[in-house]
């Protein structure tokens, strides 16, 4: 999987950026990536290893599906997007064709 771009969820085209410095959370936590769902962008921490970014990037689109399905909520349910994430980078890494 190489990481586009731009990825059209539902309706919507997000940018994907990649930052190389800090990002915190409201609470302080340090992101690896999030997904800005005004100005469509899912940005991605450069200094995370090839795979850890492939994990973040399906991270944020999950939450960016969850989003455009009008399920926020299930968004807000990190342990619910992580574990969809880690998922589906498994798969696809396991079956490299299955999207070819």
């Keep these: ?4 771009a731009t990825v059209k969820i539902g309706w919507r085209i997000y940018t994907i ?7 915190r959370d409201e609470t302080g936590e340090l992101l690896d990536g999030y997904i800005d769902f005004t100005n469509h962008i ?7 290893n090839e795979d850890e970014q492939k994990v973040v990037f399906i991270h944020e689109m999950q939450h960016g599906i969850f989003y455009g399905q009008c399920h926020p909520e299930w968004g807000d349910n ?13 798969v696809t890494k396991d079956n490299p064709k299955l999207f070819a």
């Design 78 to 90: 990190e342990n619910l997007v992580d574990a969809c994430a880690e998922g589906w980078f498994q």
């Design 17 to 23: 950026q990649f930052f190389t410095d800090e990002k």
């Design 42 to 48: 899912i940005y991605i921490n450069r200094n995370l």
């Design 1 to 4: 999987m190489k990481i586009p």
